[in-house]
């Protein structure tokens, strides 16, 4: 895992972005610039934003405000906004990344309209047929990463096998994990298993250099089977949102269960340190949101009701991405993956 | 919700399935005929079945041994072991069915080979494209019916709508939802959100008369949005998985946290009754297992891992699904949709 300081890697938060917003941004670009020293933009209303500001002790660390008068908001539709609102934080942020001013771009706020606005300033890295979002999941034995998560919701095979690419090379550079499992998500953990997509993405997933262990059933992913684990769009952000789902209903069960006689009432709260270590090991503001891999350049995407602890990780995760060499590792596994196929495609001309 | 007891709708239940066959399942058929009074045709190996039959009380109790001398294992392939063991409990048991000397069949085992059995021997209802899986799935309050579960890995729109139909049917008549809300997963709540198949079935559900409540994310099957939830059987198996996986998790993270320390251990002890209503909140054997909806006959599969109360309450689930009318239900529901079609297209011709 990269660690340390990032005095060298300029990254831009949009502070306008998510529920919190700009409170939440702010709290964590100080926390963030304090800890890990890197230079943050902070893009966004100049009052708003200077208010915030105000109410932290920020001198000495490397904050500066860049004034963007729009906001696009959660339920915006993206392409749309990202097109209309041309002075709005998302956009303005994501021309600082394009022009070299900063290395990577991060924002709690409409994942949709970030994705856009990177894909319509940013572009992708030559070969990537298309972006994939990526997020940590916790498991029993810490965390995996599992894409896409929600940038594709109807693929085709070739691009799980870049997913597979993309995530692996992740997982080595930013993450720390030497030589991740590569596994897809399927209805069954025997080969031949699968909807039609997951069939044909097997096979060329198998055919690759990834350490590639096949399929991984929904319970396989929390008991950490595969180190990254791939899948469509629609389906990941399925197994995300039915993950979240589950644990709310159950910390519900606990509270409830727990009030209805004395004695448990006792017990949970003598255990209340158990409960909170619990929250914080399934907790996603720990992780730091989810990034978006294939786009040329660094684009971080929170979750939008993260609070400032939340927004410092995403930062310390965007800085990690840039030190860790994430585009060009991609750059190149692509371009390899890409000559591979011409050589295939010529042997069978031949 | 259908209540009572059966004793005119006798049950044919695979003695044989399972992975804790026999015991398992004869214990479960004499809780059940106690319990409920329904005739059980226990089928499977003479001999097995007589011991485990030994080691309890069922003077009295109506049940009847039909002897089958080969048994299909959960890891065999499917279509092959029911066509090349025709003495199998499975298929031995689907044909009494067949023949109408038992109402409905249940089975513990290879979910593969009693759908392959359930379709060759009972074939489907006159209509119904594809027969699909439904669960019993928890929720905050309650539980919903999930389906399809692992039936059919790649759907086309027409066949959610027909489970939309057949989920719906099942809700009112066996559940007693009056008038069940019947959602689709999607990855996003908003009309216009999915993969094509979510978009392209969502317009035919909408216009059906169905109490169509739209998309349901992840994370709203558990907050209970919907009491009927319409997938493919690819994202509902990883549905189904991911809820167990996390569960489990939780769990091993409560107990890991617990022991941490002297104080959060007593805390656990105390709170040792919460943990355990909790348990059976969540527990699948409470629920019975899931039911093959759209095949001729009533064809309920519970988890390989069932003990004697899984089994129990299979056979109970099984009962009232013929005392409610299912057959009949679909049979009618269906043929209505058709009719509906049927004019459309004459509309469109004329």
Redesign the interface.
Known sequence: MVTGRFEDIPVVLDAMGGDHAPAAPVEGAVLAAREFGMPIYLVGREDAVQAELARHDHKGLPLTLVPASETIEMDEQPSLAVRRKRDSSIVVGMRLVKEGKARAFVSMGNTGAVMAAALFHLGRIKGVKRPALATIF???KGFCLLLDI?AN??CKPEYLLQFGLMGSLYARRVLGVESPRVGI????EEEG????L?KDAYKLLRASPLNFVGNV???????HLADVVVT????G??????????????K???KE??Y??P??T??????????D??SK??DYSEFGGAVLLGVDGVVIIGHGRSNGWAVRSALRVAAQAVAGGVLEGIRQDIAEQMGVEEEAEEALEL
Chains 1, 2 share one sequence.
């Open positions: 916790p498991t029993m929600g919701a109807d998500v399927s209805n069954g298993k699968g909807n039609q997951v059933e929904g319970k396989d992913i929390p008991t469509d769009g629609f389906t952000n399925v197994i995300v949102k039915t993950a979240e789902g589950m644990a709310k209903m159950m519900t069960f606990i269960e727990l209805r006689s004695i448990s006792l017990g949970g709260l003598l255990a209340k340190g158990a409960f270590r619990i090991r399934t």
